[in-house]
């Protein structure tokens, strides 16, 4: 069974996900750790599983990251809305994801998350959109695609229904990417 560590800074929906379907025993893995740049809701929702939380404002050292993994016994560090730069040890390069709502390079870098990617999405006049994982290397929203995931952009589609669509492509995408991760493992 894969150990995960989820970095987060929001509403902790993917976090939430992937708890359900842990319990359901749709995806055999456990949540050892999560990080939160900030008080959220995330925090309170890994708190309320007895997961193991940090609240580390700012960017988080590879000295330190490189700790946790080793203490928490981490096979795979997964961002999931993490807004915050991660510095991550060489030795977990290729074992440290993140999921970013649109078909990156397309929308992605500093400052790109959230609803504000759905606005560049909708203003650029894409055909299409939907969500990608990539592996984290020292640049935002830059490292190797692992997989990507896509859904038409409608004329009715705005920032609120585009949200949702990726959301539920991405829940989709994440358990893909946890489950290829652990078969390769």
Do not use: E, T, V, W
């Given at each position: 069974m894969i150990s995960i560590a989820i970095m987060?800074?929001?509403k902790g929906r993917l976090l939430k996900y992937l708890y359900d379907e842990i319990e359901l025993n749709k995806l055999e893995a456990n949540i050892n750790a999560v990080f939160?740049?900030?008080h959220c809701l995330a925090e309170k929702i890994a708190r309320n599983k007895g997961t193991n939380v940090f609240v580390i404002p700012g960017?988080?050292?590879s000295e330190t990251m490189g700790i946790a993994i080793k203490r928490y016994d981490i096979d795979l560090l997964i961002l999931t809305g993490y807004t915050k730069k991660v510095?991550?040890?060489?030795s977990f390069y290729k074992k440290c994801i993140n999921i970013h709502p649109s078909l990156l390079p397309k929308h992605g870098?500093?400052?790109k998350y959230g609803k504000k990617v759905h606005e560049s999405v909708l203003k650029s006049g894409e055909k299409e959109t939907g969500c990608t994982i990539h592996f984290v290397d020292d640049k935002y929203d830059h490292g190797e695609i692992i997989l990507q995931k896509k859904c038409e952009i409608l004329s009715l589609d705005n920032v609120d229904s585009l949200s949702k669509k990726v959301f539920e492509l991405e829940k989709i995408a994440i358990v893909e990417a946890i489950?290829?991760?652990?078969?390769?493992?």
């Open positions: 987060c800074s929001g939160c740049s900030r960017s988080l050292d510095n991550i040890p060489k870098g500093l400052g489950k290829d991760f652990n078969k390769k493992g």
